[in-house]
């Protein structure tokens, strides 16, 4: 319920659930708060939610730097990355699928070395005229680096 009513918008709805439940609310709760502090950059909130977390694990971390990052605190999302690389800890890529021919191929996000890349991008090319012509428009906001928002959509649709 607390992400259903972040994830809505509904933030002091999901905090009087946790201020309300029976038993101590635990690092999942805390983090649905504080992905829907990002997804709604409540910067206040989400640094109680921040406080409440006590054992990060490489996902936290990848969720604080990006709540820090949604709310334009680019300084204190840079310490938690730099945070991570002291404590050897990676975010991977993602990856993508596409299947041509009959033949899936998989590349990681930023990958030009494919040997069909020409191929493959003029499909993806296609998608996105047509999803745009669909009315879709790329959530740029939700690129969390500092940039463009031309580059931000770049990213989204090729990264």
């Known amino acids: ?23 101590e609310p635990d690092i999942v709760i805390w983090m649905a708060l504080l992905s829907a502090c990002r997804t709604q950059r409540n910067f206040d909130l989400g640094e109680v939610a921040t406080g ?10 990848l969720l604080l730097s990006n709540f820090y990052c949604s709310v334009n605190k680019w300084d204190i999302a840079e ?14 890529r993602g990856k993508s699928w596409i299947e041509m021919a009959g033949a899936i191929h998989q590349f990681k996000a930023g990958d030009v070395s494919h040997l069909e890349r020409e191929a ?40």
């Open 120 to 159: 493959i991008y003029k499909v993806l090319e296609g998608l996105i005229q047509r999803a745009k012509m669909e009315g879709f428009s790329p959530a740029v906001e939700l690129v969390l680096v500092d940039v463009s928002d031309e580059e931000k959509e770049e990213n989204l649709n090729y990264q």
């Open 1 to 23: 319920m607390v992400d259903l009513l972040g994830r809505t918008g509904h933030l002091d709805d999901a905090c009087s659930i946790i201020k309300e439940m029976s038993m």
């Open 52 to 61: 409440k977390i006590k054992h990060l694990g490489s996902g936290d971390y």
């Open 79 to 92: 310490r938690v990355r730099d945070t991570m690389k002291k404590n050897g800890i990676r975010k991977y």
